[in-house]
């Protein structure tokens, strides 16, 4: 079955960065879309990037546009999210997801999520 584990969440002080991984298996992923998303306390879950993992093409959301940065690791099978100039505000908990239906940010879209991994950026 297909798992994705996310990884590298933390604590970090505002301007600090972050680097999260994703490590998906169970299946190939050609023609897949992977995308980050994230759900902080009482708010919907929101997009926030994706990959083409076919061709490494990426996508952001306004709020995270050169901040943030998305890759895909083909042989490790692997999604990254580069975080940069961290605010508060995207204090979060961050899930990985994959989806074959193309580029979405909705995120009825996709079809494997993670579990999440934690995201706190605080003074």
């Known amino acids: 079955q297909v798992q994705l584990v996310e990884s590298g969440g933390g604590l970090v002080q505002p301007g600090g960065s972050l680097r999260l991984s994703c490590v998906a298996s169970?299946?190939?992923?050609?023609?897949?879309?992977m995308a980050w998303f994230r759900q902080a306390p009482g708010k919907e879950r929101e997009y926030v990037a994706a990959v083409n993992w076919s061709d490494g093409i990426a996508y952001y959301a306004d709020s995270v546009k050169g901040r943030f940065t998305i890759s895909r690791d083909n042989a490790k099978n692997t999604v990254s999210l580069q975080m940069n100039s961290l605010k508060p505000e995207d204090t979060a908990v961050y899930h990985c997801a994959a989806s074959y239906r193309g580029t979405s940010t909705s995120r009825y879209d996709y079809a494997y999520w993670g579990q999440g991994t934690q995201v706190t950026v605080s003074s």
């Open positions: 169970g299946r190939t992923f050609d023609g897949y879309v």
